[in-house]
Nanobody, 124 residues
């Protein structure tokens, strides 16, 4: 069982930056691949970024590639999402998720544990 708690969301102007954090409970954090997803009002939850257990492999949605960076610190049981050059279309609730397995997945159904989400609002 893993519990995930996101933090770091907020209101930022277009072009600004935010860093999201996701703290995980438990002693098996390094066994999980981790992902960030987002959901805007009246839209489906979409993949943003994912990282494998060691942090050596990362994956990004085309819409955030070059602007967002996912990383993890297994010693701190934490995964991060650094978001730069934010745009109004990045406005959404951002969710952290953990998945069991060796192969990193990018679909919501492939993740086993979810956080409660943190709101990110980008004003124009």
């Amino acid at each position: 069982q893993v519990q995930l708690v996101e933090s770091g969301g907020g209101l930022v102007q277009a072009g600004g930056s935010l860093r999201l954090s996701c703290a995980a409970s438990g002693r098996t954090f390094s066994r999980y691949y981790m992902g960030w997803f987002r959901q805007a009002p009246e839209k489906e939850r979409e993949f943003v970024a994912a990282i494998n257990w060691s942090g050596g492999s990362t994956y990004y949605a085309d819409s955030v590639k070059g602007r967002f960076t996912i990383s993890r610190d297994n010693a701190k049981n934490t995964v991060y999402l650094q978001m730069n050059s934010l745009q109004p279309e990045d406005t959404a609730v951002y969710y952290c998720a953990a998945g069991i397995g060796v192969v990193v997945r990018t679909t919501p159904g492939s993740y086993d544990y979810w956080g409660q989400g943190t709101q990110v609002t980008v004003s124009s």
